[in-house]
């Protein structure tokens, strides 16, 4: 991610924008261990820029090594990155239409853990931050819902199962009929499973 600004403006939008990527990476990049409540998952270098005046002009983050395997499995008392359970506990009643969203146990990859919520911490207070900060550092309201989106997909996701498809004689899957219910209407009249909720 980068931010700056132009020439002759002001510096302190730009620290200010530098300061919310952090609830930003935080959410999106930490989560609860048997260790630490907010464990960073991922790698970080922060690359501030100056100008001539030796006034804040930029900066440049850049992440690596995130630990892509916590969003399907944790630990028992561990839990999955924070954005998953902001999204859970504080979007509004429109949002959670709009991206389908259930209760936090609903869903597999944030409950079989056996740990919710984190004591002292506030997630629906944290996604209303979290969405701020997104703001700030400049995503527009369709990004930050297109960002939403994605996360409400994969919590779907993780309740689709498949089992053997009995009627083919290949080794065809099909969506269980249990979690036919996490699949989005198909497009069109009549709505109906999507096409590829059976094949190989």
């Not at 099909?174 to 590829?196: H, I, N, T």
Request: with cysteine.
């Amino acid at each position: 991610a980068e931010v700056s600004h132009e020439a002759g403006a002001v510096s302190s939008p730009v620290a200010e924008r530098v300061m919310q990527s952090n609830p930003i990476l935080e959410a999106f990049g930490n989560a609860r261990t048997l260790r630490n409540d907010n464990s960073s998952r991922f790698g970080k270098f922060i690359e501030i820029q100056f100008d001539a005046r030796s006034r804040m002009s930029g900066a440049q983050v850049h992440t690596y090594l995130l630990e892509k395997t916590r969003v399907v499995s944790q630990a028992l008392g561990e839990r999955n990155y924070h954005a998953f359970y902001q999204l859970l506990a504080g979007a509004n009643e429109a949002q959670r239409v709009t991206w389908s969203l259930k209760e936090v146990h609903a869903y597999a990859y944030v409950n079989h853990s056996g740990c919710l919520t984190i004591s002292g911490v506030d997630d629906g207070a944290d996604f209303a931050r979290t969405c701020h900060a997104m703001e700030v550092v400049g995503l527009s309201p369709a990004e930050v819902d297109g960002v939403y989106a994605l996360l409400s997909a994969v919590l779907a996701l993780s309740n689709i199962v498949f089992e053997a498809d009995e009627s083919s004689n290949d080794d065809a899957a099909k969506v269980s009929p249990e979690a036919a219910e996490w699949l989005p209407p198909a497009p069109g009249p009549g709505g109906g499973p999507r096409p590829w909720a059976s094949g190989r």
